[in-house]
């Protein structure tokens, strides 16, 4: 799918993402940054975070603003997004917070109502670093509640008390913030319908602006994923898995939030547009260990790893170069295309089949989901059926 012959390979050793990005035109919109400090690891998270010792926030900070500075040569045009991921950002002292954010505010051009969002677990949320979001600019926290059943969290290995989620959202509404996302999780070994109804009618009491519900998934490199593998762990049946999705969107519509993306749902005028930016396969830049960015069809990673990315700088070193050729950029439009609930214009299905190596057999395959059932035309837009967006890899395994 993606041709790396004009690309320095032996992307494992440090590459000067500078020299990659001139090789190409691109529009950066949004930024990604990474902290990767946990206070606990959760035993089905395979994102890098660890646990660490405290000194090593204050050289992550240091190093982050040299990268912010490296970016600042580059970037042009205005910036619309910031999703400041991890890990768990709010681990940071609210002042090491404070001067990261800063620093992207001051050195990065950032367009006139631009959204800035923080992940926060609720353990980590009080109100002096609640003032210090809000104080910097933030204008949204997507906090991790995953679900409000203690043996449910006990089973995700998750730490926080399920009344802690609410302490955190006043203190956030209490400084002034914005918008609130909560994620949650279902389909958690043992967790039923009951109590997944539950955790719905307990997020949406708090009155978020907008909620994320993913399925459990079982990542191969994961504690839970190698018990899961061995037969120790039970996943949740498949048609208890639907019924839950299907939960999620009959309560979610019912208290007016807009089901927009397959996991995510908004009331009005609260879509993640950090999100969607990933979701329109637009560019973004990245900052931190383990960060991931794409610029025009290049996609790179920070390395993985906080001693090597400390280490050297500004720029950091970079693995997982890609660049897609025009093939796998059309098999990317669709993947990514499809996962918005709005689906993709039906001109700009025929213009990506015109393209690319497998024009046919992706027409084929459109046609052949129509047939099941799985996509289907609606006024001048292909998307999923609800049954297709169940299924939605498999759909776009077959467009890839
Ligand atoms: S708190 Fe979030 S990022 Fe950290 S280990 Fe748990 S799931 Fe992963």
Not at 1 to 16: E, F, K, S
Not at 206 to 222: F, I, K, Q, R
Not at 328 to 350: D, H, T
Request: aromatic content about 6%.
């Amino acid at each position: 799918m993606a041709t790396r012959a004009d690309i320095p390979l032996g992307t494992l050793q440090p590459v000067a993402l500078s020299t990659l990005l001139a090789q190409g035109s691109h529009r950066f919109r949004g930024v990604y940054a990474h902290v990767p400090f946990c206070r606990h690891k959760c035993h089905y998270c395979d994102f890098y975070s660890f646990v660490d010792a405290e000194d090593r926030r204050q050289a992550y900070v240091d190093r982050a603003i040299a990268e912010i500075d490296a970016w600042a040569e580059v970037v042009q045009a205005p910036l619309e997004t910031l999703f400041v991921g991890g890990g768990t950002p709010t681990m940071l002292r609210p002042g090491q917070l404070s001067a990261c954010l800063a620093h992207l505010r001051g050195r990065l051009p950032w367009a006139d109502g631009h959204e800035w969002t923080v992940e926060a677990n609720p353990e980590t949320v009080d109100p002096e670093i609640a003032r210090a979001l809000v104080e910097a600019g933030v204008t949204r926290v997507s906090m991790g509640a995953q679900s409000f059943q203690p043996r449910l969290l006990k089973a995700l290995e998750r730490h926080h008390d399920p009344a802690s989620v609410g302490r955190a959202v006043d203190a956030l509404r209490h400084a002034g913030l914005r918008q609130v996302n909560l994620d949650l999780i279902y389909a958690i070994p043992g967790g039923t319908l009951d109590e997944w109804r539950d955790d719905l009618r307990q997020a949406i009491a708090l009155a978020p602006d907008h909620v994320s519900c993913y399925g459990l998934m079982y990542e191969a490199n994961t504690p839970l994923g190698q018990r899961h593998a061995r037969g120790q762990v039970q996943g949740a049946p498949e048609e208890l898995e639907v019924a839950m999705h299907e939960a999620a969107c009959e309560t979610l519509a019912a208290a007016g939030f807009e089901h927009y993306e397959i996991s995510n749902w908004a009331l009005p005028g609260r879509r993640c547009r950090h999100n969607e930016l990933y979701w329109r396969n637009e560019d973004w830049l990245t900052v931190g260990p383990a960060a991931s960015g794409h610029a025009s069809g290049l996609r790179w990673r920070n390395v993985p790893r906080l001693g090597d990315w400390l280490g050297q700088g500004p720029w950091s070193p970079v693995q997982d170069v890609e660049r897609l050729d025009e093939d796998g950029q059309v098999g990317e439009a669709f993947m990514m295309g499809l996962r918005l609930l709005e689906g993709m214009p039906l001109e700009r299905v025929q213009s990506l089949l015109r393209q690319g190596r497998r024009g046919v057999a992706r027409q084929l395959a459109i046609a052949a989901h129509m047939e099941s059932g799985l996509l289907e035309a609606a006024g001048d837009r292909l998307r999923h059926t609800p049954r297709g967006r169940l299924l939605a890899s498999q759909v776009a395994m077959d467009l890839l």
